[in-house]
């Protein structure tokens, strides 16, 4: 009898040994990068509850594991799931339904696309993004006389590609009351000849806001879908919308929590009191695809309509200095007030000047906190002395693309030598220990690849200029990858549940068209991204 057990006990020890634990996953014979601390590679990995349970540079994953699915990579190369450190997620969305200025060339060509638009989607109040003046062979604002012979009773808003102005005609500015004796701090009416053109910068544009129709639900989750599909389309599986109001972060949270919207968002609130009190007091949100945690402020404007705050005129135009947007007491009231939380502050700063009010106010209001993560949006142009102020914790969240959409005319706005600290982002990664890298879509295309290619090589799509604008800043292609993934979800207090391909970690995934590490830079803005994965799902 003892015998008998002895042997029942080996037998089902035996069978325990060649029993596998059944996954969801299997991918295999792949050329893997995971991104983990030491930036190792591996062959294949196994997915379970949408996570990675195992990751092998070889196959003896089928040593412990059987799976549902099982992938072939072909040899092909799997990054982790890419993340966008700085968009306009809902922002994209509804810019699908409106009139696309995006690569005009001349005024004309604005005025022939919105003609076009109108005649077939007739609108009550005509909206256009995309235009951008320094595209075209006169680089001067437009004005609104020809929108207001062709719509003289149609308002018309019409938003510069960086989202910074806006062209408008005269039924536009009646409605939103906008005279010629009509002060708004925080930006510029532009006028000439004494009469207003119709160019709006920054914060007189909210007076227009206010009297356009806001898009209905039904109109809102399509522009959320449309935006995830298109990021999906490009391998990103987070976004980090910069800045939201509470009813579209209860939008998207609600269509996640229904499974209509997989794409995973670190939303940043925008800066308005109802939205403060609100989050502020009701601490951090995080769910598996939501993280509410940091407040989107605006510290100035932009380079391209001369808004962004400088500390010297600009180069281009005597006597003008750009604008805060946001006053430098509030900023640093703001500063104050969201260092007591529990919250991020992630403020936009282009210019030298606002980018030192940022820097000492965050200074300030952080002293004696530890990790606070917070981040300076764009961190464009900074003064020599001032690269310091990010080796205390202070976060670069830029945009490779800005640079290389800039370099046309930058120069001349900034003067040879201020331009030397602008798009400085080798210089911010060695200051900071990280950068967080995204698109500031659609201010500038979807693509993360057009991101990569700008960081390393720092040239156009053809190849200009000849040898990379200002190579002394630019990335390596591990620097630049990391900035895609596991910094920029660092970057978002995230680093321990995605940005690499680590067991424990959700399976976002992607697998590429080529090897984005080892083909000639010049190639990669042709990368595909083939199949991507969220939790192990395949969206794309």
Request: glycine share 8%; hydrophobic share 40%.
């Amino acid at each position: 009898m003892k015998n008998l057990l002895s042997l029942v006990s080996i037998l089902i020890f035996l069978m325990s040994c060649n029993q596998k634990e059944e996954v969801d996953l299997i991918v295999y014979n792949a050329n893997i990068y995971t991104v983990d601390a030491g930036f190792s590679k591996a062959g294949s990995f196994a997915v379970s509850n949408s996570k990675f349970i195992a990751v092998s540079d070889s196959t003896d994953i089928y040593e412990k594991y059987s799976a549902k699915k099982e992938m072939n990579a072909d040899g092909k190369t799997i990054v982790p799931g890419l993340i966008d450190a700085h968009c306009h997620f809902y922002g994209l969305g509804l810019n699908q339904q409106v009139v696309d200025l995006v690569g005009t060339t001349s005024f004309q060509e604005i005025v022939d696309r919105v003609v076009a638009f109108q005649k077939e989607n007739p609108s009550n109040f005509i909206q256009g993004r995309g235009w951008d003046q320094n595209d075209w062979e006169v680089k001067e604002f437009p004005t609104k006389d020809k929108l207001d012979e062709l719509f003289p009773n149609t308002p018309i808003a019409l938003e510069r590609v960086d989202g910074h102005a806006y062209l408008v005609n005269q039924k536009a500015l009646e409605l939103a009351g906008i005279t010629l004796d009509t002060q708004v701090e925080g930006g510029e009416i532009v006028k000439k000849d004494g009469k207003i053109t119709g160019v709006l910068v920054d914060n007189p544009m909210g007076m227009v806001d206010e009297v356009i129709p806001k898009p209905n639900k039904a109109t809102q989750i399509q522009a959320l879908k449309d935006a995830e599909r298109l990021c999906f389309n490009y391998g990103l599986t987070t976004v980090n919308d910069a800045g939201l109001h509470r009813p579209t972060i209860d939008l998207i949270d609600s269509l996640q929590k229904a499974g209509d919207l997989s794409i995973r968002v670190y939303a940043m609130v925008s800066n308005t009191k109802e939205n403060l009190d609100h989050y502020l007091s009701k601490g951090i949100i995080k769910t598996n695809t939501l993280n509410v945690r940091s407040v989107k402020v605006y510290g100035d404007g932009a380079l391209g309509s001369r808004g962004a705050a400088l500390r010297a005129p600009y180069s281009d135009q005597e006597g003008h200095f750009g604008a805060m947007i946001t006053p430098v007491d509030q900023i640093e009231a703001l500063a104050e007030r969201i260092a007591s939380s529990e919250y991020q502050m992630n403020t936009h700063a282009i210019g030298d000047s606002a980018n030192i009010v940022v820097l000492r106010a965050y200074n300030k209001a952080l002293e004696g906190k530890e990790d606070r993560r917070w981040k300076v949006e764009h961190a464009q142009v900074i003064s020599e002395q001032d690269f310091d102020y990010f080796e205390n914790g202070i976060i670069p969240s830029i945009q490779p693309t800005h640079a290389t959409s800039d370099m046309y005319w930058a120069e001349d706005r900034l003067g040879a030598e201020r331009v030397q600290g602008a798009y400085a982002f080798k210089k911010l990664l060695n200051k900071a220990g990280t950068v967080a890298l995204g698109t500031d879509f659609p201010v500038e295309q979807v693509s993360p690849f057009l991101t990569f290619y700008a960081a390393v090589a720092r040239q156009d799509l053809e190849q200009y200029p000849e040898g990379g604008f200002q190579m002394k800043n630019a990335l390596s292609r591990e620097e630049t990858l990391k900035g895609m993934t596991i910094w920029a979800a660092h970057s978002n207090f995230e680093e321990n549940e995605k940005g690499s391909i680590e067991v424990g970690k959700f399976a976002d995934f992607v697998l590429l068209s080529d090897d984005i590490m080892t083909i000639p830079i010049d190639d990669i803005p042709n990368l595909n991204s083939e199949q991507v994965f969220v939790g192990g799902v395949q969206v794309k």
